[in-house]
């Protein structure tokens, strides 16, 4: 039932671009699919995302309203006393006026238009800032989770580890009871001891900070760490084929290459705008005025009314104009340089996550290589301490070997997994 919900409250809230999420259904884990729709959905910094997003869609409707005329109504009491001479003229000492007033700057020169569309591609940009958040979100809680999944194999294992490191350190103990070896023996196999609880405590505090960064991303409190249900790290694995190769284009579809586009395409729009600023301004006034003081209150004998229409030029605010003007032309050329940029680093993201589901791959298959030898030998040894040829001592020694090695291949497999996170947000979700 909570499953149903969230996907209803996602299809409510999410923006109407897609993110890709049935590529975290492919990771054979029951749980991550839903805590990635949770994340979604109650994450505060993705609301906050959304409400700057908001802004900018009503800063586009406020720039659009400026092409429209302007029009006002007031009502105004006036008080008036006039000289005591026979003027023919028969007036009122108080009455009301209700004054009705145009005003309209006709976009003869599109400059208005051209604020509009800057407004537009500076909306444009804030919704793809906005998916470089859930991008960045959906990668963080997917590699966390799989942390996590590390650190309780790690962990698990790790107690088998200090489990025989006590074993031994009891064996030793007898031994040196009896005279076998000396203090300096028995010291050694107490610091082996130590020093694999203080590993012990390292990867239960790394674990601890994990969960609650998991948490915080879930848009949960911290003291619901215990209630991170999860699987295991042994079952999780992607259900699909990364690709090798990814095609440059799919640069265009980053949130950051699109977010400085359309941000570029804004300055050079306010580069427009700063030289149309040059041309006198065209304006049509018009006033439509009924009062008390000479009749009725809408009769057309108590009205009065104008009509003005012409062209405005300002004279001594050209040094302020260049300046405008040579500010926007600057904002412009470091904006494309700043595209040129984002253009290579986005290459070089891509090309890195690449490189690195690579290289790891091959660490991968060479820690698991390791881990086989390291399985045989520990099973012969096993044999030779059934036969009694050999010592419990070297025994637990080489069983100790071959867990810490599956430790080492459980990373490697962790490495390569949170690899495959990192080129989904390189791609921009579009893997």
């Known amino acids: 039932m909570r499953k149903i919900v969230l996907s209803f ?6 923006p109407s671009y897609s993110y890709n999420l049935e590529f975290f259904a492919k990771f ?3 749980f991550l699919d839903d ?4 994340a979604l959905t109650n994450n505060h910094s993705l609301k906050e995302a959304d409400r700057r997003v908001e802004q900018f869609r009503y800063e586009v409707n406020s720039a659009f309203s400026k092409e429209f005329p302007n029009l006002s109504v007031s009502s105004n009491y006036l008080g008036t006393h006039f000289p005591n001479q026979d003027y023919n003229i028969f007036l009122q000492n108080n009455s009301f006026i209700l004054p009705f007033r145009v005003n309209w700057e006709p976009d003869f020169l599109l400059k208005t238009k051209d604020k509009t569309n800057s407004k537009k591609f500076l909306y444009k940009s804030a919704i793809a800032n906005q998916k470089a958040s859930y991008l960045s979100l959906l990668t963080d809680v997917a590699s966390t989770y799989v942390n996590i999944l590390l650190y309780d194999y790690l962990i698990d294992k790790q107690k088998e580890i200090l489990a025989n490191k006590d074993n031994n350190l009891k064996s030793n103990y007898n031994k040196f009871k009896f005279g076998v070896i000396d203090l300096v023996n028995l010291n050694t196999a107490n610091e082996e001891v130590n020093s694999q609880k203080v590993i012990y405590n ?4 790394n674990q601890k900070t994990a969960i609650y960064n998991f948490v915080l991303l879930l848009g949960r409190s911290a003291n619901a760490d215990d209630e991170i249900l999860r699987g295991k790290l042994e079952d999780f694995e992607y259900q699909d084929n990364i690709p090798e190769i990814i ?3 799919l640069i265009y579809s980053r949130p950051d290459v699109i977010e400085i586009e359309n941000r570029l395409k804004s300055a050079k729009l306010d580069v427009t705008v700063a030289k149309k600023d040059f041309f006198p301004s065209f304006n049509i006034l018009g006033l439509l005025s009924f009062d008390t003081a000479g009749g009725n209150f809408f009769a057309w004998n108590s ?3 104008y009509l003005l229409m012409g062209a405005t030029q300002d004279i001594f605010r050209g040094g302020e104009k260049i300046a405008n003007l040579k500010i926007k032309r600057a904002k412009y ?3 494309v340089e700043k595209y040129k940029q984002t253009d290579l680093t986005a290459i070089k993201e891509i090309s890195n996550a690449l490189n690195l589901i690579k290289k790891d791959r091959e660490n991968e298959k060479t ?4 881990l086989l030898l390291e399985e045989k030998n520990y099973i012969s040894s096993h044999k030779k301490f059934k036969r009694g040829i050999l010592s419990k001592i070297q025994y637990l020694n080489d069983k100790n070997s071959y867990i810490q090695q599956a430790q080492l291949s459980a990373t490697s497999k962790a490495l390569r997994l949170v690899d495959y996170f990192t080129l989904y947000k390189a791609v921009g979700g579009e893997l």
């Not at 820690?367 to 390791?370: C, I, L, T």
């Open 9 to 14: 409250l996602l299809f409510l809230i999410l």
């Open 28 to 30: 054979n884990d029951k």
């Open 35 to 38: 805590y990635i729709k949770e």
């Open 202 to 205: 390292s990867l239960i505090k």
């Open 247 to 249: 095609n440059s284009d």
């Open 303 to 305: 009205s009065f009314a």
């Open 333 to 335: 050329y470091e904006l």
């Open 367 to 370: 820690s698991r290589m390791q």
